[in-house]
């Protein structure tokens, strides 16, 4: 086990380092002088000269990188237009997102999982056919307008629950009505994902060899499907599980802008906006090292549910 998580550590190591690269490239092809958009608007030469300096713009780009990488590894990365740090204001808004990822993926699993089950056991019938037809809707109906439809109706319509913001754990009962809307939005496409994978994997389950021996030693129909065939399952759809969080976290960006959430997604698309080139350098590596850990994780629970992996 010490050196399955050895190998994999130090590929996701390799995998983050990769993706600083092209973070760091990707914002320097961005069209623009960073130094106009770091706040020299009047284009004083000596002005744009000064803030190159200060932010080492006018140094070679692997003098830049290195520098960048050896702040980054002690917290620093770097400061914004408004002259405030960016590692902190990252940190202030990862746990709003996080809050709205964990949520959804809590109402996909309590919703994606059973119906894959009920689907796969009712195979060819008609709930087979209504849980697919769901979840391809699911799958096709876009965030934003799905967002918008359920403001016009929840919030504006029947005055259910508020059109957005976000209240804090200070008030907890609150908190859940702002947040419920928006996780349920964003768990849309997220449970129809579970739900076809689910049934998939419970359709191999179901076929292969082990549970047709329960079956034949007398086992009850709930006892194949539930202890034989769904825990097997499981170990699939663990993998797409994590895999989807880290695309939560990231994907927030517009479930966070319809719902005037100011988390992490929102603040993507203000310093998007704002062509604030070292809040974006920020924003997109964390959402990076978000994949690599996912995927980490991901490696670890799969070898402990499935111990021929650690052996391969």
């Given at each position: 086990?010490?050196?399955?998580?050895?190998?994999?550590?130090?590929?996701?190591?390799?995998?983050?380092?990769?993706?600083?690269?092209?973070?760091?490239?990707?914002?320097?092809?961005?069209?623009?002088?960073?130094?106009?958009?770091?706040?020299?608007?009047?284009?004083?030469?000596?002005?744009?000269?000064?803030?190159?300096?200060?932010?080492?713009?006018?140094?070679?780009?692997?003098?830049?990188?290195?520098?960048w990488?050896?702040?980054?590894?002690?917290?620093?990365?770097?400061?914004?237009?408004?002259?405030?740090?960016?590692?902190?204001?990252?940190?202030?808004?990862?746990?709003?997102?996080?809050?709205?990822?964990?949520?959804?993926?809590?109402?996909?699993?309590?919703?994606?999982?059973?119906?894959?089950?009920?689907?796969?056991v009712?195979?060819?019938?008609?709930?087979?056919?209504a849980?697919?037809?769901?979840?391809?809707?699911?799958?096709?109906?876009?965030?934003?307008?799905?967002?918008?439809?359920?403001?016009?109706?929840?919030?504006?319509?029947?005055h259910?629950?508020?059109?957005?913001?976000?209240?804090?754990?200070?008030?907890?009962?609150?908190?859940?009505?702002?947040?419920?809307?928006?996780?349920?939005?964003?768990?849309a496409?997220?449970?129809?994902?579970?739900?076809?994978?689910?049934?998939?994997?419970?359709?191999?389950?179901?076929?292969?060899?082990?549970?047709?021996?329960?079956?034949?030693?007398?086992?009850?129909?709930?006892?194949?499907?539930?202890?034989?065939?769904l825990?097997?399952?499981?170990?699939?759809?663990?993998?797409?599980?994590?895999?989807?969080?880290?695309?939560?976290?990231?994907g927030?960006?517009?479930?966070?802008?319809?719902?005037?959430?100011?988390?992490?997604?929102?603040?993507?698309?203000?310093?998007?906006?704002?062509?604030?080139?070292?809040?974006i350098?920020?924003?997109?590596?964390?959402?990076?090292?978000?994949?690599?850990?996912?995927?980490?994780?991901?490696?670890?629970?799969?070898?402990?549910?499935?111990?021929?992996?650690?052996i391969?």
């Amino acid at each position: 086990m010490g050196g399955f998580l050895i190998r994999r550590t130090g590929a996701a190591l390799v995998v983050l380092v990769l993706a600083s690269m092209l973070v760091f490239l990707g914002v320097r092809a961005i069209p623009g002088d960073p130094a106009i958009a770091l706040g020299a608007e009047n284009r004083d030469p000596a002005l744009l000269a000064q803030i190159r300096h200060k932010y080492m713009l006018d140094r070679p780009l692997p003098v830049q990188y290195g520098h960048w990488i050896w702040l980054g590894l002690h917290g620093d990365l770097g400061v914004d237009q408004r002259e405030l740090s960016v590692a902190p204001t990252i940190v202030s808004r990862i746990p709003i997102t996080l809050e709205l990822a964990i949520l959804s993926m809590l109402i996909a699993t309590l919703t994606g999982i059973p119906a894959g089950v009920i689907a796969a056991v009712r195979r060819g019938k008609p709930s087979d056919h209504a849980t697919t037809a769901v979840a391809l809707v699911g799958l096709s109906v876009p965030h934003f307008w799905l967002g918008l439809l359920a403001i016009i109706w929840f919030a504006v319509d029947l005055h259910w629950l508020p059109a957005g913001g976000y209240v804090g754990w200070a008030h907890p009962i609150d908190n859940l009505k702002h947040m419920i809307m928006p996780a349920i939005v964003l768990s849309a496409g997220f449970s129809a994902v579970l739900m076809r994978q689910m049934r998939s994997s419970m359709l191999t389950s179901l076929g292969a060899d082990y549970v047709r021996t329960a079956r034949a030693k007398g086992l009850s129909e709930l006892r194949v499907v539930g202890h034989h065939a769904l825990r097997n399952s499981l170990i699939t759809v663990t993998t797409v599980m994590g895999l989807q969080l880290g695309a939560l976290i990231s994907g927030a960006v517009v479930t966070e802008t319809v719902f005037r959430i100011a988390g992490f997604g929102r603040l993507t698309i203000e310093a998007v906006n704002q062509r604030d080139y070292t809040l974006i350098q920020g924003v997109v590596l964390v959402a990076a090292a978000g994949y690599v850990v996912a995927n980490l994780l991901v490696d670890i629970v799969y070898s402990l549910l499935n111990p021929r992996i650690r052996i391969s």
